[in-house]
């Protein structure tokens, strides 16, 4: 009954009641939970080594414009056999196409920061010549045949070509080298040839005088490759002097007016000199 009246009398004047039994104990599985320390999850392997790989900077593309030089000679021959007087007469023609000139104008992409592919244009001339000797059947005799020889100037031989390359290229200080090969081809390959001469002849028709020796220009194209190295060194930020060494090949048959075709080696080693733009 004393208790009953304290308890009344702590209500009356607001005090808390007394607990009436021992407290809940926190259950164990959650006091586990507390103490227990945060979980770290451990990073990707793949993300850290790409957040770690330097990205590639500067600029990808170059741009490169080239004035080229072709040493060495082209030489082709020709044979023609032609009928006249119930006879068979022939042509045997040898053109010279002397060192060439030309230009080069190409695109370069790094895919990395040593490889890259390239593609560029080149052109070329040569200044040719050709020596010929021809027989013509002699209209009153049988094998009889009249002789004439000369040499003609003024030939010319051209070609264009696409050159697509796996480009290895390293940067030492002021100093880029580059590796490069690939395909080639040859869009046009042109090249003067002689036909039979023109000449006049009167009794008794031992000789013949040539009057002129008419020239065709046969072309073709023709697939091959090329290889080569290159050498820059820094004049500006983005801008190069160039030189480049190039080897290309491709053989290909142009076909005659009349019958009958010439064999041509088109490309050859291009010394190149110019600018490399970067941007």
């Given at each position: 009954m004393r208790l009953l009246q304290t308890t009344i009398a702590l209500v009356l004047i607001g005090a808390p009641p007394l607990p009436a039994g021992p407290a809940t104990a926190e259950p164990a599985t959650a006091q586990a939970a507390a103490r227990a320390p945060e979980k770290k999850t451990a990073p990707d392997k793949k993300t850290a080594a790409a957040k770690a790989k330097?990205?590639?900077?500067?600029?990808?593309?170059?741009?490169?414009?080239?004035?080229?030089?072709?040493?060495?000679?082209?030489?082709?021959?020709?044979f023609r056999?032609?009928?006249e007087f119930t006879e068979t007469g022939s042509l045997q023609a040898d053109h010279s196409f002397d060192s060439g000139i030309g230009g080069e104008i190409g695109l370069q992409y790094l895919l990395k920061k040593s490889l890259g592919l390239a593609a560029s244009f080149s052109f070329l001339s040569?200044?040719?010549?050709?020596?010929?000797?021809?027989?013509?059947?002699?209209?009153?005799?049988?094998?009889?045949p009249r002789e004439a020889s000369g040499t003609i100037d003024g030939l010319s031989y051209k070609e264009t070509a696409i050159h697509v390359d796996v480009v290895y290229t390293e940067t030492k200080g002021a100093f880029t080298y580059a590796l490069f090969a690939g395909p080639t081809f040859f869009l046009s390959v042109e090249a003067d040839a002689l036909k039979v001469p023109q000449y006049s002849h009167t009794y008794p028709y031992d000789t013949v005088t040539v009057i002129s020796v008419p020239v065709e220009s046969p072309s073709g194209s023709?697939?091959?490759?090329?290889?080569?190295?290159?050498?820059?060194?820094?004049l500006a930020k983005q801008v190069d002097a160039g030189l480049r060494v190039r080897f290309s090949r491709a053989t290909t048959d142009l076909d005659l007016a009349g019958g009958g075709s010439v064999e041509v080696s088109a490309g050859g080693f291009a010394i190149g000199v110019g600018v490399r733009i970067r941007f």
């Open positions: 330097p990205k590639m900077t500067g600029p990808r593309f170059t741009l490169v414009l080239l004035g080229a030089f072709t040493p060495g000679s082209l030489d082709t021959s020709v056999s032609f009928e040569r200044d040719g010549s050709a020596t010929y000797e021809a027989e013509f059947p002699h209209p009153l005799l049988l094998d009889t023709a697939f091959g490759f090329n290889l080569g190295g290159e050498l820059g060194y820094r």
